[in-house]
């Protein structure tokens, strides 16, 4: 069983920052891949960004050079820097980590970027 838990969600004013962390408990063994997916009302989720145990990193074109993902392998944590955020990014966030061949997912987080 592999728990994840994201937090630090919440309402920013357009421009603002967040950051978003993803602790990884339970079972596990070598997590390959970590990453974040967002879903906004009405919209299919859609990745967000990903970095790899090796720290190798994608990111949708929506997102670069304002958003940053990183990890700590030593505590099975993931984060999401947002920096300059803007109204479209506006969703509910989860993490996901694929592990063993399979993908698990967080309950996910709401960020709401609002005036």
């Known amino acids: 069983q592999v728990q994840l838990v994201e937090s630090g969600g919440g309402l920013v004013q357009p421009g603002g920052s967040l950051r978003l962390s993803c602790a990884a408990s339970?079972?596990?063994?070598?997590?390959?891949?970590m990453g974040w997916h967002r879903q906004a009302p009405g919209k299919q989720r859609e990745l967000v960004a990903v970095?790899?145990?090796?720290?190798?990193?994608n990111y949708a074109d929506s997102v670069k050079g304002r958003f940053t993902i990183s990890r700590d392998n030593a505590k099975n944590t993931g984060y999401l820097q947002m920096n300059s955020l803007k109204p479209e990014d506006t969703a509910v966030y989860y993490c996901?980590?694929?592990?063993?061949?399979?993908?698990?997912w967080g309950q996910g987080t709401q960020v709401t970027v609002s005036s």
């Open positions: 996901n980590v694929v592990m063993g061949g399979y993908v698990h």
């Open positions: 339970g079972r596990i063994f070598s997590i390959a891949a």
């Open positions: 970095i790899t145990r090796g720290g190798g990193t």
